[in-house]
């Protein structure tokens, strides 16, 4: 397993952007698909966005699609969302995961987590 550290969260209006950081530590880095999930109040976690350890391949949910993207840097172990057009309905603890690439689904099967960053949208 790798350790994940978020950061960037805070408190914007509707409309305005944010970019999230997730720092791993470990030297496999690049060995692993990683994944950004958030969980609002009283809702289940939700997926929002992979990319594969090569960058190659990148999924987003539809909710989010075309208002953000998900890029890594391997040489830094980190990899990051900016989050464009934010609205209110992105209002939600966010949190970084990360699995060993073997393809498949990416949605699932993650097995390191953050401890989360909050993200406020005011309208």
């Known amino acids: 397993q790798v350790q994940l550290l978020e950061s960037g969260g805070g408190l914007v209006q509707a409309g305005g952007s944010l970019r999230l950081s997730c720092a791993a530590s470990g030297r496999r880095f690049s060995s692993y698909a990683m994944a950004w999930f958030r969980q609002a109040p009283g809702k289940d976690r939700e997926f929002v966005a992979a990319i594969s350890r090569g960058s190659s391949n990148r999924h987003y949910s539809d909710s989010v699609k075309g208002r953000f993207t998900m890029s890594r840097d391997n040489a830094k172990n980190t990899v990051y969302l900016q989050m464009n057009s934010l609205k209110p309905e992105d209002t939600a603890v966010y949190y970084c995961?990360?699995?060993?690439?073997?393809?498949?689904?990416?949605?699932?099967?993650?097995?390191?987590w953050g401890q989360g960053t909050q993200v406020t949208v005011s309208s």
């Open positions: 995961a990360a699995k060993y690439d073997s393809g498949g689904d990416y949605g699932v099967g993650y097995d390191s």
